[in-house]
């Protein structure tokens, strides 16, 4: 069973960048679409970026010219590049296939605040 392991999180002030790994255990990373979520206090799981196995992007329309995410699937791992970072972007993040369907991993906490 792959399991995901987040890093990267930490706290920031609004402006900042932030850099986010997550590596995957397992051999089949690289025939998946694989994305990260989010989840902020009291608020839903939400999806902010996705990258096919060709890798095609999309993101949430909120990170969006914010965020770049990507993957290097001969070290199954996937990035998420963060940057000019808000306060709503707190939160702690995950990454999972897309759709997800993997174990949910720890995440990481992203905090944005002055």
């Known amino acids: 069973q792959v399991q995901f392991v987040e890093s990267g999180g930490g706290l920031v002030q609004p402006g900042e960048s932030l850099t986010l790994s997550c590596q995957a255990s397992?051999?089949?990373?690289?025939?998946?679409?694989l994305a990260w979520y989010r989840q902020a206090p009291g608020n839903q799981l939400e999806r902010v970026a996705v990258?096919?196995?060709?890798?095609?992007?999309n993101y949430a329309d909120s990170v969006k010219g914010r965020f770049t995410i990507s993957r290097e699937d001969a070290k199954n791992t996937v990035y998420l590049q963060m940057n000019s970072l808000e306060s709503e972007d707190t939160a702690v993040y995950y990454c999972?296939?897309?759709?997800?369907?993997?174990?949910w991993g720890q995440g990481t906490q992203v905090t944005v605040s002055s």
């Open positions: 999972n296939y897309n759709p997800a369907g993997a174990t």
């Open positions: 397992g051999n089949i990373f690289n025939i998946y679409a």
């Open positions: 990258v096919t196995n060709g890798g095609t992007t």
